[in-house]
């Protein structure tokens, strides 16, 4: 139950990183809104890569997700 809670708890979080990440992008690029969202998707991950936007738990809890995650918890928003 427990576990399930902190997993929860998790997603909720990656959510409003990816969040914030696509707001922060949509500000630096104003084409963003016409890439897909696998491009977008591959671009974070980029970003998580490079660390400098997040910082050490938000990295952690990111580091794991894929191209592949990110652009489904993307398309769920």
Avoid: C, F, W
């Avoid at 809890?61 to 191209?67: K, Q, S, V």
Wanted: proline share 1%; aromatic share 2%.
């Amino acid at each position: 139950m427990l576990q399930e809670k902190k997993s929860e708890t998790d997603a909720e979080r990656q959510k409003v990183i990816l969040t914030r990440m696509v707001e922060e992008l949509s500000r630096e690029q104003p084409d963003l809104y016409y890439q897909s969202t696998s491009q977008i998707a591959q671009t974070i991950q980029a970003r998580v890569a490079e660390g400098k936007t997040l910082n050490g738990d938000e990295r952690k809890l990111m580091d794991g997700l894929t191209a592949r995650d990110i652009s489904v918890i993307l398309s769920l928003h």
